[in-house]
């Protein structure tokens, strides 16, 4: 009894050390919190100010007397100085009595910068993920460029802890109840749901490929170990709804996109498909009321027969369809394409599965993928399929959220296909911006991102009383043709959202205010 305690005790040791990261700051600890709407890291204790130019300082030494700060910085030539506070203390809310004050232009925490660098993982530095960053490296022997761009949208976002994807498929490597991966194995990210298959042994992966993909979307980054996922921060919520040889049925898909739903998943990864079916159509029915993206692939059935719920994409806007590219930006020979299709994803070149294809985690015990045909190598291998093109696709999805949590599916679904680059010299239809063979393109997250940072989330407020009425026509019409003030954000008078101001949003916000016309679109004006 007492070996298998000091047993567990080393596996827990093992897989819960967290990345590798400085965790102070000249001799302060470096804290994580929620700083107008967004999570930060700062330096504890410490606030940032500007004060009024117009204060005296008597004031100012009576404010920081009461809300029991301490100059540490006295205020320099741009009038900004730095205050210390005890850490007992909640230094949110004592920056909130200070932003109260009229003798403040503002108060903030002192938060923490990192120089951007890629990631440490051993397999991404070596070279071996070029879906993420191909630079021809040999093997595969590809396209320079020919990734997803993921190494320079990191330098925009890695990802957030508030953003919750579920993966439905064959469930995370465990050991009893314990993650064991150790590149899957931290509890704050991956988050075990439900079995709904019923083999037991709750949601441990015994055929291979739910570990695989959910290290596509978001294995432990920057822990020099293993490999890079695509978002470092989401929390994953892992459903088990293909059994030990790679079964599912429609009702263990619709049991777990209510669960995934109902837990609050933002976005499900479903890397599996087949026929359609009224119970099929009514979970993706029920994750479009509820906001919810559905992401899953074309198929590898070698033909321009898309498989569902990918298909659904035609009538639900809440569906991404993936089709896969090799290295060289090119259709996979096995991928599936047609009209559903929405964006293509690498996915690796096909049988024999090799570095031509998709590096990812895998069980570190047997399962169904390590034996014959497949052969896939325990710990990290290789495989090939659109179903490896959806964990990209995903895990994209959850950086846009990371920037702007309120995006709804169709918003996420627009600007993932509005930022695809259109490669592999296909027909890209003018009327639909579309191709046959990969939908929109292939995703390119840098500028996903880029496009997301550019908007401004304003619907048409032109004078930003936070209402959208006639005042605003009013304003834009002062604007426009009086040289009144410009909207603030200019992007709040382009409510028809073609990235210029001008009579064509009067139009609009006519239409939209008094005739029922279309919805106010985010505006783009930079």
């Known amino acids: 009894m007492r070996k298998k305690t000091i047993i567990f005790a080393l596996i827990f040791i093992i897989f819960s050390t967290g990345p590798l990261y400085a965790a102070t700051f000249n001799g302060k ?50 009038g900004t100085g730095m205050l ?16 109260s004050s009229n003798l403040m232009e503002f108060a903030e925490p002192n938060m923490v910068d990192y120089p951007c660098y890629p990631p440490n993982d051993y397999y991404f530095v070596s070279g071996s993920q070029w879906a993420l960053w191909n630079s021809g490296q040999n093997p595969p022997g590809g396209t320079p460029g020919a990734d997803i761009k993921a190494l320079s949208a990191w330098d925009i ?66 822990n020099a170990n293993g490999i890079a996922g695509i978002d470092w921060d989401c929390r994953i919520l892992i459903n088990q709804v293909f059994d030990s040889l790679g079964v599912g049925t429609h009702n263990t898909f619709k049991a777990g996109v209510l669960y995934a739903v109902d837990h609050g998943a933002r976005v499900i990864n479903y ?29 590898n059935a070698y033909g321009d027969s898309v498989i569902y719920p990918a298909h659904y994409a035609d009538t639900y806007h809440n569906v991404i369809a993936v089709s896969a590219t090799n290295s060289f930006d090119r259709l996979a020979d096995y991928s599936n394409y047609g009209s559903s299709v929405c964006v293509a994803a690498p996915g690796g070149q096909g049988a024999p599965w090799d570095e031509n294809d998709i590096l990812s985690t895998m069980p570190n015990y047997y399962v169904t993928l390590n034996g014959y045909p ?101 304003y834009l019409l002062n604007y426009l043709f009086t040289s009144g003030p410009q909207p603030d954000p200019p992007s709040a008078g382009d409510p028809n959202g073609d990235c210029v101001i001008d009579a064509g949003d009067l139009v609009y916000l006519i239409n939209y205010l008094f005739c029922r016309g279309p919805i106010l679109k985010r505006g783009c004006v930079p």
């Open 84 to 99: 210390e506070t005890d850490p007992s203390l909640d230094i949110f809310q004592v920056i909130q009595n200070l932003n």
């Open 29 to 78: 600890n470096i804290m994580k919190g929620m700083w107008r709407g967004k999570q930060v890291e700062y330096v504890e204790g410490d606030i940032l100010f500007k004060a009024n130019p117009k204060v005296k300082l008597s004031d100012l030494e009576k404010l920081f007397e009461k809300n029991q700060v301490r100059l540490v910085q006295g205020l320099d030539k741009i």
């Open 271 to 299: 890397s599996g498909g087949g026929s359609p079916s009224g119970i099929k159509e009514q979970a993706v029915r029920y994750a479009d009321s509820n906001n919810v993206l559905i992401v899953s692939p074309a198929g």
């Open 157 to 222: 976002s890695v990802g957030s802890s508030r953003v919750l994807v579920s993966v439905l498929d064959s469930g995370i490597p465990m050991l009893l109840d314990f993650l064991y991966h150790p590149d899957l194995s931290d509890t704050s990210r991956y988050i075990l749901g439900e079995d709904f298959t019923g083999d037991g042994e709750r949601v441990k992966d015994k055929y291979g490929h739910g570990t695989h993909v959910t290290g596509i979307l978001g294995a432990m980054t920057n």
């Open 374 to 474: 497949y052969q896939v190598s325990m710990n990290y291998g290789y495989i090939a399929g659109t179903s490896m093109s959806c964990p990209m696709v995903s895990g994209l999805a959850a950086l846009l959220l990371s920037i702007e949590p309120n995006f709804n599916a169709y918003e996420l679904r627009e600007i993932i296909e509005q930022s695809a680059d259109k490669v592999g010299d296909y027909v890209y239809y003018i009327a639909t911006g579309k191709s046959y063979e990969l939908g929109h393109g292939r995703i390119n997250c840098f500028k996903a991102l880029i496009l997301v940072t550019n908007y401004t989330y304003v619907y048409g407020d032109a004078n930003k009383d936070g209402v959208v009425d006639a005042a605003d026509l009013v």
